[in-house]
């Protein structure tokens, strides 16, 4: 659970609790320019973020930062977060229902065309290939789950290679009956060809998700 002053308010909870990687390991903020722990270092903060990672719901928000932190240990990098969220009158146990299955994003997403699961039986390790209105093919692992979350990575298509991983959820709203569903997404700036290119193709994930929160509350609230 999110704490009590931050319930149905993720992005809050966000940009309140970065404190620094070493102290905070489940803690991103927009942009973190912050070199990651040594090599020897590794095992203990592996240890603090699982203690984090375990302490429910909030943990998935962060999910996608901490894998690219243990892919990185010894590098510099530049995460870019993208977050959208929508707040709907439906139970939060409801709207899971609705938009938490790994291969139903043709459901309500408009970008996504089809989805077929070519890994997996839908749970963790599961691999979607998703074809995109674009006419892009792309291939996404569920690399962290939990009861109304679940984060992916992109192994193949026009994000692969940058460390991008997306995370949807749903929380408790601030009221009672509602909740927020929320797609929340990374990548590593210092992986794109300059800054202008980490730029555009930050305008253009903030623009999807933002269009994507809205098509998942319409969706739920149906």
Not at 127 to 153: I, S
């Amino acid at each position: 659970m999110l704490p009590q002053r931050h319930q149905g308010d993720s992005r809050a909870f966000v940009r309140s609790c970065y404190r620094g990687v070493a102290r905070y390991p489940c803690c991103p903020i927009t942009r973190i320019r912050r070199p990651f722990p040594q090599p020897g270092a590794v095992p203990r903060q592996g240890a603090l973020l699982m203690n984090h990672l375990v302490r429910g719901a909030a943990a998935a928000l962060f999910a996608a930062v901490m894998f690219v932190a243990s892919l990185s240990p010894a590098l510099a990098a530049d995460i870019e977060v993208i977050h959208s969220e929508e707040t709907v009158q439906v139970a939060p146990a409801d709207a899971w229902a609705r938009v938490g299955g790994f291969c139903n994003l043709a459901d309500f997403l408009s970008l996504v065309v089809t989805c077929e699961i070519i890994a997996g039986d839908g749970g963790m390790g599961s691999v979607r290939r998703l074809e995109l209105a674009n006419g892009e093919v792309v291939d996404e692992p569920m690399v962290a789950a939990g009861p109304m979350h679940y984060t992916y990575a992109m192994t193949a298509g026009f994000l692969a290679g940058i460390q991008y991983h997306g995370t949807f959820m749903v929380t408790a709203g601030a009221e009672a009956g509602t909740s927020v569903v929320s797609w929340t997404g990374v990548f590593d700036r210092s992986a794109m060809p300059d800054m202008a290119a980490a730029d555009d193709l930050a305008a253009a994930l903030n623009g999807i998700y933002a269009d994507g929160a809205k098509e998942m509350a319409a969706f739920v609230s149906q």
